[in-house]
């Protein structure tokens, strides 16, 4: 089983829409959460870290629940340049023994907004 | 800081040829990941460093690939001999903790093409 999944999509939505984004660990030791945004061609780029009391970056709106393990981010007021594929990233923490400091990366969901 | 240097950033060879892509970590981070993405199958970790350490290099497909870090400051991933199947984005990433976060930082990658 897969360490995070997300629904691949593709999202595509006009301009001005608000658009959710789920995905799923399996391991309940996680202990950080990331969102990373990936261009076409072009590295992954941290987006927001996620904590457990859900935070807000602008129009942008990451959740967690750590009881079905699920973490979320919301985009508000979508602009073209938010199209990218945004990737659930989550971290084991002290509790992954020898994979303390690494990433699972989740395939990553694919969003196009349109004008 | 310049971030994550990696070169070449792009690399186009024969068959049987040997590969070597460079990394240069953000300085004071302590480790250093090698990933590799296709269409295929998503962003793979290869093997990852700390202090200069390889930690797990279960993602290393087989022996043709090999990852050395000599100083805190460098790190190589060597393909010898080169196939078509290895044709890819390699991306470099290094991170090290923020309390109990492992936020990790990407090179723009080597998109390498085996003919």
């Known amino acids: 089983r897969k360490e995070v999944e997300q629904d691949p999509g593709p999202f595509n939505v006009p301009e001005g829409a608000t658009v959710a984004f789920n995905c799923t660990y399996s391991?309940?030791?996680?202990?950080?959460f990331f969102w990373y945004r990936q261009d076409c061609r072009k590295e992954p780029k941290l987006l927001m870290s996620?904590?457990?009391s859900g935070n807000e970056d602008g129009r942008f709106t990451a959740q967690l629940n750590r009881a079905s393990q699920y973490i979320s981010l919301l985009i508000r007021d979508s602009k073209l340049s938010d199209s990218a594929t945004y990737l659930c990233v989550v971290n084991l923490g002290r509790g992954g023994g020898s994979t303390l400091g690494r990433l699972y990366f989740g395939r990553g969901t694919q969003l196009t907004v349109w004008p | 800081d310049a971030g994550v240097i990696q070169s070449p950033r792009h690399e186009v060879t024969e068959m049987g040829q040997e590969v070597t892509l460079r990394c240069k970590p953000i300085s004071g981070h302590d480790y250093l990941f090698w990933y590799r993405q296709t269409m295929m199958r998503g962003l793979e970790l290869l093997i990852y460093f700390n202090n200069n350490v390889p930690i797990d290099d279960s993602g290393m497909p087989e022996d043709r690939f090999s990852a050395k870090m000599p100083n805190a400051s460098f790190s190589t991933l060597k393909i010898q001999p080169s196939e078509p199947r290895d044709s890819a984005v390699y991306f470099c990433?290094?991170?090290?903790?923020?309390?109990?976060?492992?936020?990790?930082?990407f090179g723009p990658g080597t998109r390498l093409t085996v003919t």
């Open positions: 996620v904590y457990s």
């Open positions: 990433a290094s991170s090290t903790p923020v309390g109990s976060r492992y936020e990790q930082y």
């Open positions: 391991n309940s030791a996680s202990q950080s």
